[in-house]
């Protein structure tokens, strides 16, 4: 079993930043590690992930603005938001190799 927090999220202004952080209880040395977000009504999306060697993909909507980084020895993954939209509102989810979830932080952009 794994478990994995989220923290970093809140209400922030169009055009703001926000850190996400996800904690994991187990190493994440070798694993593929995903950011996903779910907006009211919508389906969950991919938004960025990074690779044990530190590839990153990003979904479209998100690229230049958003970053994805890991920490492997503290166990931990980040996601730095900038410049961020009100349509990037939504309740972001850590992932752990495409099987494991976090309970996810709410992130709500507006004025």
């Known amino acids: 079993q794994v478990q994995l927090v989220e923290s970093g999220g809140g209400l922030v202004q169009p055009g703001g930043s926000l850190r996400l952080s996800c904690a994991v209880s187990?190493?994440?040395?070798?694993?593929?590690m995903g950011w996903y977000r779910q907006a009211p009504g919508k389906e969950r999306e991919l938004v960025a992930s990074?690779?044990?060697?530190?590839?990153?993909n990003y979904e479209d909507s998100v690229k230049g603005r958003f970053t994805i980084s890991r920490d492997n020895a503290k166990r931990t993954v980040y996601l730095q938001l900038n410049s961020l939209k009100p349509e990037d509102t939504a309740v972001y989810y850590c992932?752990?190799?495409?099987?494991?979830w976090g309970q996810g932080t709410q992130v709500t952009v507006s004025s």
């Open positions: 187990r190493s994440i040395f070798s694993v593929t």
């Open positions: 990074i690779t044990w060697g530190g590839s990153a």
């Open positions: 992932n752990f190799a495409g099987g494991f």
